[in-house]
């Protein structure tokens, strides 16, 4: 028998960092703002500004970072209201947590995505909203900017998960005012540990520029993208000058040089990644216990990992599926079948009056979550497939025998 492969290691970075690293290894030139240009982290954000065609991009600590300066960035009032869907990463509901606003849960459906009904009745009473596209899975961006649009809502993506991932031809990311992608590992660029807001907006990137630890003017060093006029840029950081809170969410150098240098490699892998989705999904769509919700018209996914969802398994069942498939070497995570899940909203108890949503549960209860990373060859991913459409059989196919 094949054995599964490892999902959790990474990519090995690409060799053109090295020379990079070694320079700043020799140099000590760790932190961002000491050249007097073309630091490794400003050369990052306009490398990342020109691959996404924003105006500015802003490298932080993390996507949670960016989430945060983000909502700092809209001067949303203490207590302001944002709705994010409620099937999101922990961070998401914290960075609210963390700009003294108020967290507005929005259900979601069983296909992962947010429930528009629930979204129109509440987005009269918010004042922003973060769309998280949980897991690289894109919300009705179309309906979404729409309703905020005429409601003069601002919208954040949190497109953590989703680089390269396009709406309608147009990536993710750039729809909203303002969008924010994470370099933690398990992302599509890793550097370990970072973050990177985008947007077209001057003046909120001027205020999260201020506010990420440009102090003195350090800002001077910022810069739009390759080849536009940055006076917009340093009007609106003139502007801002001494009037913001510093909250030191900068990018390392190193960070920086190493995520820089997988820039060239995305596209490969949404390709690849997209490939070993596509094959597992049509392999285990086979099974009568398993469904893969269809992707979005307007959508072109770039996943990383694959969701699944169990159909007709009561809750031991589902216990006895991801066991089963531990057994044959592939880790399910049930999201909420495992303990402290950090995306199961029920688990946010520092939310205040923490809201029941029945849809949510319903789907986080049945909802499985496997690594996929897109170095995997297909042959891998077969072997994924087949033990999970094996798993389902070793305990489906035993209930069904002792009911004859
Ligand atoms: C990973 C992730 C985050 C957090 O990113 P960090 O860089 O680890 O802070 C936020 N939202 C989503 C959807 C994520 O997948």
Known sequence: MTLP????????????AREEIERLLQSGDLFRYTAPEDAPVTLLETDFAEMMGT??????????????????ALGLPRGARVMIPAFTFAAVPSSIVHAD???????CGDNYRIDLEDFHAKLPNVQAVIISHMRGHTSDMDAIMKACDSAGIPVIEDAAHSLGTLWNGQKIGTIGK???????????????????????????????????????????????????????????????????????????????????SQLPELARRVRDGRRNHDRV???????????????????VRAPDSLQFNLEG??????RAFQDAAAARGVKVQVFGMSTDNARAFWNWQFITDLPELPKTRAMLLRACDTRLPARLT????????????????????QVKAYGT
């Open 5 to 16: 492969p490892n999902v959790y290691d990474a990519e090995p970075i690409p060799e053109a």
């Open 313 to 318: 398994l009561s809750d031991d069942e589902t």
């Open 378 to 397: 297909v042959e891998q991913c077969q072997t994924i497939a087949q033990a999970l459409v094996a798993a389902a059989e070793d305990v489906m196919g």
């Open 55 to 72: 105006r500015y991009a802003l490298a932080v600590s993390s996507c949670s970072a960016a989430l945060f300066l983000s909502l700092k």
């Open 281 to 299: 999904a049509e392999i285990i769509e086979q099974s009568p216990w398993i469904t893969v919700p269809a992707k979005l018209e307007a959508e």
């Open 101 to 107: 606003c108020d967290v507005v849960l929005c259900e």
């Open 178 to 260: 303002i969008g924010c992608f994470s370099f933690q590992s398990y992302k599509m660029v890793n550097s370990g540990e970072g973050g990177i807001l985008i947007t077209d907006d001057a003046d909120a990137v001027a205020r999260a520029i201020i506010m990420s630890g440009a102090y003195e003017h350090m800002w001077k060093k910022h810069k739009a993208r390759h080849g536009e006029n940055s006076n917009d840029l340093v009007e609106a950081l003139e502007r801002w000058q001494n009037k913001l809170p510093l909250y030191n969410l900068r990018l390392s150098n190193m960070s920086a040089a190493i995520a820089r």
